[in-house]
């Protein structure tokens, strides 16, 4: 997600489940053949299974970024058919691809051929005025026969004029009925399906009905202790650490940063959502928000911060 899942936050999260793949923020393909490449597609090592998504819509420029991006060892590539991005501001990348499942076919097949990891397409279930029961099948088919076998599917239209990006993500109806009848429809298929989850309950119903995975985004982001600890018991295994735990793990972490001469706000502004629903919560929210991105802010705020949520648990 754009400007959230940089590499603090996915070390963050990595310390909460040990089996969720991890997508990076969207990074499109003439960024990393012009852009400053390390600072796009660098990473400490520790985040493993990580997605590098890609955005694009060239498959020259595609291929060439999948390839550029080989030695940094992603685990897959995902291309981005779900941004609703406005077309003429922003060049053909994102939702607008699903009006041309040959140009994506097209692209994803460019991209196989520079990487021995998974291609996969992250998508929705139409745009505009398309319908989504007719559209979607015909775009899984198309893209599949390029060899993709693994889609994410936001159960939701994008309407490419008229709603922002933020609107777009809240205010075209959900359809997961239609992404597990595409998994119906395509057994072969990898499917899974985003959009709205907001907990593991939830998570672990649409996985009881066939679909083969579930991506969280902004609850993943605003909650992250009540989805991702607990996550891993999907895959059988037991929780990871508690909050409490994981704040400890990111205590070296933050020294190490900060003894690059980095910024405490760097890394803390992901975890202000650690004590969610928990006392405490919005003190920690206060340090860390208030002190985090002062000059010079160091340990001590985050030390602070932690004390708080210890004080409320103990009263
Ligand atoms: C701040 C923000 C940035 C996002 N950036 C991306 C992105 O870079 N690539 C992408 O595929 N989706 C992006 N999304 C959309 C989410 O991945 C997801 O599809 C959407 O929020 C619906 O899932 P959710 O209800 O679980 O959040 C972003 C969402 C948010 C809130």
Redesign the pocket.
Known sequence: ????TDQHCRYFHRLMTRNAML?T??VTAPAVIHGPRERLLGYGGDEHPVAL?LGGSDPQELAQAVRLARPYGYDEVNL?V??PSDRVQSGCFGAVLMERPQLVADCVRAMQAETDVPVTV?CRIGVDDQDPATVLPAFLETVAGAGVSHFII?ARKAWLKGLSP?EN?EVPPLDYPLVVRMKEEFPELTVCI?????SLDLARDLLGQGLDGV??????YHDPASVLIGADALWGDGPGPDAFEVAAVMRPYIADHLAAGRRLHQITRHMLGLFHGRPGARAWRRVLSEGASREGAGLDVFNAALAEVENQILQ
Request: some cysteine; charged content about 25%; proline content about 0%.
């Open positions: 997600m754009m400007d959230w997508y923020e969207m998504q981005n779900g941004c992250k936001h933020k993500r985003n959009g709205g989850v907001a991506m969280i985004g902004r609850a993943a």
